[in-house]
């Protein structure tokens, strides 16, 4: 039961961090009927796993990522990934040091 409770509560997480402020908006962005993720996270309906990969690929991220519970906005790791990727070594050296120092408070 653990694990439905998490899966509910993680997709309201990831539509929140992505800025949807609605399940409907959600389940039509999916190409769903109104009513699906509303359906999954009052726990009435389970999500299957072609619908969990779709969901996952909307939210751009990998199951592994969907299960990690300290990923809280995993779409914005990769897009600052993907920014950081861009810069010069030395830039990228000042951030890792930077992260070092964040993580240590």
């Known amino acids: 039961m653990e694990y439905l409770v998490f899966v ?9 961090a992505k800025g949807i402020k ?4 959600l389940s ?3 190409g769903k009927n109104e009513l699906y993720i509303q359906h999954i996270t009052s ?16 939210f751009d991220i990998t199951p592994q990522e969907f299960f990690d519970p300290d990923l809280h906005n995993p779409g914005l790791v990769k897009e600052t990934m993907k ?6 070594d030395d830039d ?14």
């Open 92 to 105: 990228i050296r000042q951030l890792k040091e930077l992260a070092r120092k964040l993580n240590k408070k």
């Open 22 to 25: 609605s399940e409907r908006e």
């Open 28 to 30: 039509r962005r999916l």
């Open 43 to 58: 726990g009435k309906q389970n999500v299957g796993l072609t619908s969990f990969f779709d969901i996952c690929a909307f």
């Open 8 to 16: 509910r509560e993680r997709i309201t997480e990831l539509r929140l």
């Open 83 to 88: 920014e950081i990727e861009k810069l010069p």
